[in-house]
């Protein structure tokens, strides 16, 4: 998810889409150490995301 998405998105929208995000994250990282992933490019795509959402959400806190 790139950040000018992540800005325009609502608090509440935000909490949900970090917890969606996080889950896939793991579901990714157990089927990686099960077998190798197509693209495990994937995973650091997605901790990325995890953690633009998180960045995003500490800045709303702050202000």
Do not use: C
């Amino acid at each position: 998810m790139k950040q000018a998405e992540i800005k325009k998105l609502s608090v509440a929208e935000l909490q949900e889409n970090l917890g969606e995000t996080k889950k896939s994250y793991a579901d990714l990282k157990m089927a990686h150490a099960i077998s190798p992933l197509d693209n495990p490019i994937q995973l650091r795509n997605v901790r990325r995301s995890v953690a633009r959402i998180a960045t995003e959400l500490t800045k709303r806190e702050i202000q």
